[in-house]
């Protein structure tokens, strides 16, 4: 599938914003609504990892493609239909300029492309989608591809910022890129403060942490300096959570009123989870998450308790 065939599914965000809602009509509070968040579909690590050559392995990925087929099933059947559907970054495992991207990626939009035509997805770039330090030439791609890799939108009232993560990890070779988004974000967070949005919400692939915004630096958060001085932005802005994947296991944390959601991912498990997708209620006063396996979403659904949130006014 070309970019310009999978345009109605894959190009919906451009002009950092994501056309599949009209803003001026998302802007008021119209009650209850939830939406799926998956992360870390990343086609063929599975194969690379269970062969130990994470770097330069993965040349099968039918593994994935089976499981993230299933997300997209389970997904189709729920009723009422979710608002959206988020993929939290590393769509796929080549990196930008090794083997296998392009099948990989194509890949991806086929099984993508599948999802319900009412359920917009918006995609989050990853570390694999732009590269560890990304370029103006990874991100050109990612954009011509995907879409833009960082951009805002309203869904009933809720304020949805969708972040490149990898900017704070090491823009040392686009710094202008970088800048341009800090200066983006500042400007979305002080709208959302004039605006009086019932909530806003973050989603990016680097958590912020994992478990506590003073653990150690790890491979799978950002840096002590720079977490700090993200979260502190975002929690004076008024957000109160940040979705993310990129761990491969399920974690998270609070800080001050921000709650920090890490999901584990669609592919390939590092730890003791399953593949799965995260279940996300919003009402008017809090957001409440549950993650499920894709068996269970596919053969139970919801559970009644959180589709009973979504009748409360």
């Known amino acids: 599938m070309s970019a310009a065939e999978a345009g109605g599914v894959f190009r919906r965000a451009r002009g950092r914003t994501l056309d599949a809602f009209l803003s001026e009509k998302e802007r008021e509070w119209k009650g209850p609504f939830y939406f799926i968040q998956g992360a870390d579909p990343q086609f063929g690590l599975m194969k690379a990892w269970s062969t130990g050559d994470s770097d330069s392995g993965g040349d099968e990925w039918g593994q994935e493609i089976r499981l993230t087929e299933q997300a997209v099933e389970a997904i189709n059947k729920l009723k009422p239909k979710p608002k959206f559907f988020v993929l939290c970054g590393d769509l796929i495992h080549a990196m930008p300029g090794t083997p296998w991207r392009k099948e990989q990626t194509a890949d991806l939009q086929r099984v993508l492309a599948r999802v319900d035509r009412d359920i917009p997805l918006v995609l989050v770039s990853g570390n ?186």
């Open 128 to 313: 694999h989608d732009v590269g560890n330090t990304p370029t103006p030439e990874t991100v050109a791609e990612f954009q011509r591809t995907w879409g833009d890799d960082y951009f805002s939108f309203w869904v009933g009232g809720v304020l949805f910022l969708v972040l490149n993560s990898q900017f704070w990890y090491d823009a040392s070779r686009c710094p202008a890129l970088k800048q341009a988004q800090d200066q983006w974000l500042d400007q979305q967070l002080s709208v959302a403060g004039r605006r009086h949005c019932q909530h806003a919400v973050v989603f990016q692939h680097i958590p912020l942490f994992l478990h506590s915004i003073d653990e150690d630096d790890d491979y799978f958060n950002l840096t002590k300096s720079v977490r700090k001085e993200v979260a502190n932005k975002l929690t004076r802005a008024g957000v109160t959570a940040v979705f993310s994947g990129h761990y491969h296991r399920n974690a998270g944390g609070t800080y001050q009123n921000l709650d920090m959601v890490v999901s584990s991912a669609i592919g390939c498990q590092l730890g003791q989870d399953t593949h799965g997708l995260r279940v996300v209620v919003v009402t008017a006063e809090k957001i409440i998450h549950r993650y499920y396996s894709l068996d269970e979403l596919s053969e139970q659904g919801v559970e009644a308790d959180l589709m009973g949130l979504m009748e409360e006014k």
